[in-house]
């Protein structure tokens, strides 16, 4: 009898346990029962040709409607041309070459599986040289995969049809030995789970859809536990390290800070950041995610709890991700502490700090003096770049970071810190986003973090309305965009306008015949030719000089310029009251919290902001419903809920771009939030009570085949 951890070997051939691991990556019998069926096809129900898409490799269950063998025009040999249907719709299919079985089986009328890649020829959908089984007649007598009512349908690949990976699966379920389930016998009672052995029979061989859905509901719980596990034992290595207390000082620069304020803390950042200063005053790291829209005052708590940690004698990092962040935010902190940041300067408070700025593109002579100060203590807030902890700046005594924005902030960057703080404490952290996050994604993706929210704006902020425009169905919209523009400068405010580009790249040929995207040079050159002629346009990209970007945020922000034309560098924290209107460039090229961020740098003074999603997307696209989603509200958090309605999963879990598949199959962060919750809290238990489960070797398993080692990468890459 076989046990999941076996692998394939014995039991199938080597040719095929050989394709599988080539194809598939699947070794074990416990990748090979976790390959789930994508879906099942219905005895005796035609797959839905419409639903294809080009470029995936489909398997489709079709009937034969036309064949015709004729020798080829150009070349020697024989072409099989076949039309397959599902009633409705038709796709071609071609085979080369003779082969006589292939012409005995493919017979008009006939019914069969028929897998290969979509491609579309002269405008009709096609699949080259497919590989089939035929469903009907004796065939399917001898293939007892095929008796089922539900035939399950596997992600496949090329040279390992769906129906071979059946016939494996067929050879291999048999075997497997009704062990003890890997599931706390108590937590399978009480959520009424199915036993794995069943779950894995059914998954494979479902009786009715009815059965499948409960098989479903006990594997997806496996991947919500698999995932919950790994955080929740990461939550549990973090604070069993030490970091140095931090506790607050009485009377001291915090208090200080909060008696000058100029305004009323509002309920939230009263609460958030309470629990922030009472996890910094503990022995043991604070990690914690602060999420809040943007302008709803995530860096006055940030402040506040730097100053708590500088009380108490030791420093802080804050990072952004980018140096015209960082230069911005150590700009706008030493605005709002004022002579309390004014450490060594004249005119300073007594108990003032220092706040100094490290970047990598720094004049020699001031990063020198920055190096030094970060080393010796005097600078009590230090404000950089992520390389500040990349590349190992030293600080006398780090306490406390503070990282602006988390999305390119991963778990990787968030290691780096620990044993980043004198005698190899780890500091605590605080990691900042403006892009609300659904619940369900926080918990699987930041899962290692606590989480807390800003949900209400302080007073004083303006509406944004947002248009898209689509230049494709209303190219005289465009002109109106610009004259929009001239308006907001007539009547003295300022506008941005944002591209995808900087447009001094090598011209990329890519072989796509994709438009490239629009340049801020090409489109700067152009408004100051026509459009916008007249007014005073700035240019800011990322491969500016440093100083040069400085220069122009600042003419920016002093009223020198009317317009700036930028890249998304612009996207985050970037403070001009006076800006009114934003333009983004085509749009669709940028996710929807990007243009979410981009957005919410209009609307910071007392006049209502105006944002212009300019695209040439196509109504009815998914890209265009996207922009929709982001013209409908200024909600954020609704917003990132009509995002992850709108992505496919996997693109969350940054599978997408590592060509993995994502590690959950079955689990939807949008529809099951329950499970994903419940199983944070049994494993938050089961690690408190054996951390290394050791005592519990099945779940360890579990945690290792549901998500391995190299799939755990995807918790990295968001
Ligand atoms: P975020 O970092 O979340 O985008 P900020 O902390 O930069 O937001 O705050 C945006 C602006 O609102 C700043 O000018 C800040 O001084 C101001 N602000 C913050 N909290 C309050 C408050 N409670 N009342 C009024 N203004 C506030
Ligand atoms: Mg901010």
């Known amino acids: ?166 016939r494996c699966v067929r050879q291999v379920l048999p075997t497997l030995d009704r062990t ?7 937590l399978l009672a009480r959520y009424g789970l199915m036993d794995l052995f069943d779950a894995l029979h059914t998954v494979h061989r479902p009786a009715d859809r009815a059965v499948l859905e409960l ?63 009472a996890d910094i005053a503990r022995e043991h790291p604070m990690n914690r995610l602060l999420q809040g829209e943007v302008g709803s005052g995530k860096t006055v708590v940030a402040l506040r709890a730097m100053l708590q940690v500088v009380d108490a004698g030791r420093q802080c990092a804050m990072l952004a991700p980018t140096e015209v962040l960082a230069a911005q935010h150590a700009r706008s902190l030493r605005e709002m502490l004022g002579e309390l940041g004014a450490a060594g300067e004249l005119g ?25 100060d970060a080393a010796s203590g005097a600078a009590g ?88 425009v689509p230049v494709a169905e209303k190219p005289a919209w465009l002109d109106r965009v610009w004259q929009r523009i001239v308006e907001e400068v007539g ?38 030719k026509g459009p916008l002629s007249g007014l005073r346009l700035g240019v800011l990209h990322g491969r500016l000089p440093s100083d040069e970007k400085d220069a122009v945020m600042r003419a920016f922000a002093d009223g020198k310029l009317d317009v700036l034309i930028a890249t998304t560098v612009i996207e985050v924290g970037v403070n001009v009251p006076n800006a009114t209107v934003m333009v983004i460039m085509d749009a669709e090229r940028f996710g929807v919290s990007q243009l979410h961020q981009l957005r919410g740098r209009v609307g910071r003074g007392d006049v209502p902001g105006l944002c212009l999603l300019v695209t040439e997307a196509l109504d ?33 879990l940054g599978a997408a771009q590592s060509g993995k598949r994502s590690a959950l199959k079955l689990l939807s962060l949008l529809n099951d939030e329950d499970i994903i919750a419940d199983a944070r809290v049994r494993a938050q238990e089961i690690i408190a009570d054996d951390p290394a489960l050791g005592n519990h070797l099945g779940l360890a398993h579990l945690v290792a085949t549901v998500v391995d080692a190299d799939r755990a990468e995807y918790l990295e890459k968001t």
């Not at 065939?139 to 349908?153: N, Q, T």
């Not at 950089?384 to 406390?400: M, N, R």
């Open 348 to 372: 300073a408070a007594e108990q003032a700090t220092k706040i100094v700025l490290l970047t990598g593109s720094q004049p020699a002579k001031e990063r020198k003096q920055a190096l030094l």
């Open 620 to 652: 009815g696209t998914t890209t265009r419903e996207r922009l929709a989603a982001v013209e409908s509200t200024t909600d954020g958090f609704e917003l990132s809920r009509l995002d992850l309605e709108l992505r496919r999963e996997g693109d969350i």
């Open 491 to 528: 009547k003295g405010h300022q506008a941005y306008v944002v591209c995808p580009r900087i447009g001094d790249e090598p011209a990329a040929n890519n072989g796509s015949d994709k438009r490239p995207a629009l340049a801020v040079l090409d489109v700067a050159a152009e408004l100051e």
């Open 1 to 166: 009898m076989a046990l999941l951890t076996d692998s394939l070997l014995p039991l199938l051939g080597k040719k095929s346990a050989t394709a599988l691991g080539e194809a598939l990556g699947i070794h074990t019998v416990a990748d090979l029962l976790r390959h789930y069926p994508r879906r099942y096809a219905e005895r005796g129900e035609l797959t839905d040709i419409a639903g294809l898409e080009i470029g995936e490799h489909a398997t489709v269950m079709a009937r034969i409607e036309r064949v015709e063998k004729r020798r080829m025009r150009n070349k020697p040999g024989f072409i099989t041309e076949m039309v397959i249907t599902d009633g409705h719709r038709k796709l071609s299919c071609a085979f080369f070459g003779n082969n006589p079985q292939r012409d005995r089986e493919l017979r008009i009328g006939r019914t069969g599986l028929f897998a290969g890649k979509v491609n579309a020829f002269r405008r009709t959908l096609q699949l080259a040289n497919p590989e089939y089984q035929m469903v009907d007649g004796d065939d399917a007598e001898k293939m007892d995969d095929f008796l089922g009512a539900l035939i399950p349908v596997y992600p496949a690949a090329a040279g390992l049809p769906s129906w071979v990976i059946a």
């Open 215 to 277: 098989a479903h509901h006990r594997l997806k719980w496996d991947e919500a536990m698999a995932v919950q596990l790994i955080f929740a034992q990461r939550r549990y290595s973090a604070v069993s390290r030490t970091a140095p207390a931090c506790p607050p000082v009485p009377d001291g620069l915090r208090d200080t800070f909060d008696r000058r304020l100029p305004f009323e803390l509002t309920a939230g950042q009263r609460e958030v950041g309470d629990s922030i200063a």
């Open 381 to 468: 807030i230090v404000v950089g770049t992520h390389a500040l902890i990349q590349d190992s700046v030293s600080f006398a005594d780090l306490g406390f970071v503070v990282v602006d924005e988390q999305h390119r902030f991963g778990v990787e960057q968030r290691d780096a810190l620990r044993s980043r703080g004198a005698d190899f404490t780890s500091p605590h952290v605080l990691v900042m986003t403006a892009t609300p996050i659904p619940r369900t994604v926080a918990m699987t993706v930041y899962g290692d973090l606590e989480t807390s929210s800003l949900r209400e704006m302080p007073v004083g902020r303006s509406p944004i309305s947002t248009t898209v």
């Open 180 to 186: 003890e389930d890997p599931m706390p016998a108590e």
